[in-house]
């Protein structure tokens, strides 16, 4: 069997979906493996070091598309080139269903197989295959990062012979993977960090972490079954504007990372509570794509609002495309081996197994 990958749209996505490292383990099963030329030049990953491992560089994307039993991806291919894909093709990436939903109904129609992995069901056998933990846990890293990078003053407190530089205060918005991953990377580089969610949940993590859980009464109705937040009550988010009100005004530094599985983004940061904040402040929005958790998030812009800046980016995941990269074949490789039948060397589009079920795209 055949698998393909080609090039993603180098204006929107840096990631690849598969690296030298993996094309061995496809081997090993006994697949075929075929990229697009320069597949991995733009990260430092030359075509040889791929060949080297047994893949097979052609010149024409069209020709990977049309051959390829599975065409693994980051996101969706472009409209020009869905239609040289063909019946029976398996085509797997982290394809938004919410936001392509026309076109992946239309590819289903067409008898194409089309699993999106945002999808994956949070149980214990797909953590090896879960996309969305491991690029969230880069991103909150990252987040981080970006943001005391724009902090015109030191994180940790520092004590000297001239005074005493206070320790930064972070506020970290959403303690998901991305939440605590950010939580954990302001803690190491000496700053105080305060964390706040819907789900009652999270207190025990944000605090393991040495963080400090700021408590919205009602938070314990706010989880659902897989483990997401919830869209809040109008309620809610009253007593949750309150608190923050006040919580911001004492706080350097603003990581967001709300989300909700196929909604816009909730708008948490109001107009009001920015200008209140203190003049140097920083707000780094992981959830600018989905249409950002402050007022004024805008994608790719740094915005300034009396003194505070508000950053968003379209991919932070591009500022770490090797990483990102490395982590997520992993979990493509993981998912496919699940697909793959080791007694009949075919794939087996298995519904009674709950991954191959949640995560395929259905009419």
């Known amino acids: 069997m055949k698998i393909g990958s080609i090039l993603e749209n180098q204006n ?8 030298p490292e993996i094309v061995k383990k496809y081997s090993s099963l006994g697949f075929e493996i075929f990229l697009s030329k320069n597949y991995g030049n733009h990260i430092g990953i ?11 560089i052609l010149e024409n994307e069209n020709d990977i598309l049309k051959n390829s039993d599975l065409i693994v991806q980051l996101g969706l291919i472009s409209d020009e080139k869905i239609p040289l894909l063909r019946q029976n093709q398996i085509l797997i990436g982290t394809l938004n269903p919410y936001l392509n939903n026309e076109k992946l109904q239309n590819l289903t129609r067409d008898k194409i197989n089309v699993f999106s992995l945002e999808l994956l069901p949070r149980i214990t056998r797909a953590q090896s295959m879960d996309i969305l933990s491991s690029q969230a846990n880069l991103a909150g890293y990252k987040a981080v990062i970006e943001a005391f990078t724009n902090f015109k003053k030191a994180i940790p407190m520092m004590m000297t012979a001239a005074g005493t530089i206070p ?3 972070v506020l970290v918005v959403g303690a998901g993977v991305a939440g605590l991953q950010a939580i954990a990377t302001a803690k190491r580089m000496g700053a105080i960090v305060f964390a706040t969610d819907v789900r009652m949940a999270s207190k025990e993590q944000v605090e393991s972490l040495g963080g400090k859980f700021l408590t919205v009464e009602g938070s314990e109705n706010l989880e659902t079954e897989g483990g997401y937040a919830k869209e809040t009550s109008d309620d809610f988010k009253l007593k949750q504007e309150e608190l923050l009100s006040e919580t911001l005004k004492k706080i350097d530094i603003v990581i967001c990372t709300a989300l909700i599985p196929g909604k816009k ?3 948490i940061i109001k107009n009001n509570m920015i200008n209140n904040m203190q003049s140097g402040s920083v707000i780094y929005d992981l959830a600018a794509i989905q249409g950002g958790n402050t007022a004024l998030t805008e994608v790719d ?3 300034e609002n009396n003194g505070v800046k508000i950053m968003g980016e379209t991919n932070i995941l591009n500022r770490l495309p090797v990483s990102a990269s490395n982590l997520y074949s992993k979990n493509m490789f993981n998912f496919v081996d699940n697909l793959f039948d080791k007694k009949t ?3 087996n589009i298995n519904l009674e197994d709950e991954i191959i079920e949640k995560t395929l795209i259905k009419n």
């Not at 030359?46 to 097979?56: H, L």
């Open 12 to 19: 929107l996505e840096k990631r690849v979906s598969v690296t």
């Open 46 to 56: 030359n075509d040889e070091e791929y060949t080297s491992q047994g893949a097979k």
């Open 167 to 169: 320790a930064a205060k």
């Open 345 to 347: 060397k075919k794939i």
């Open 265 to 267: 983004a909730p708008v």
């Open 301 to 303: 812009k740094i915005i």
